[in-house]
């Protein structure tokens, strides 16, 4: 089992920023990809960014490549999602996942935290 914790979230103006932080707990998990899923009020939950845990295999979605960066820090078992010059649109709830490099799915996820970006 993987438990993985999202801290981070909460209230920012435009333009401004947010690190969210996933800690992760319960097995090792250097053959896993990690990824950054958001989910706004009535849409479907979509990959932001994800990153395999030992490096590389970055991924971007379109709409925050050059403003979101996702990183990960081994010695604390932590993920990271950096996310600058946020918009309104940027509004959702975040959600950390995992995931098995030999899986299609992911399958372990964090309880999700609260971004909220004010126009």
């Known amino acids: 089992q993987v438990q993985l914790v999202e801290t981070g979230g909460g209230l920012v103006q435009a333009g401004g920023s947010l690190r969210l932080s996933c800690a992760a707990s319960?097995?090792?998990?250097?053959?896993?990809?990690m990824g950054w899923f958001r989910q706004a009020p009535g849409k479907e939950r979509d990959l932001v960014a994800r990153?395999?845990?030992?490096?590389?295999?970055?991924y971007y979605a379109d709409s925050v490549k050059g403003r979101f960066t996702i990183f990960r820090d081994n010695a604390k078992n932590t993920v990271y999602l950096q996310m600058n010059s946020l918009k309104p649109e940027d509004t959702a709830v975040y959600y950390c996942a995992a995931r098995h490099s030999s899986m299609r799915s992911y399958d372990y996820w964090g309880q999700g935290t609260q971004v909220t970006v004010s126009s």
């Open positions: 990153i395999m845990w030992t490096g590389g295999s970055l």
């Open positions: 319960g097995r090792t998990l250097t053959s896993y990809f």
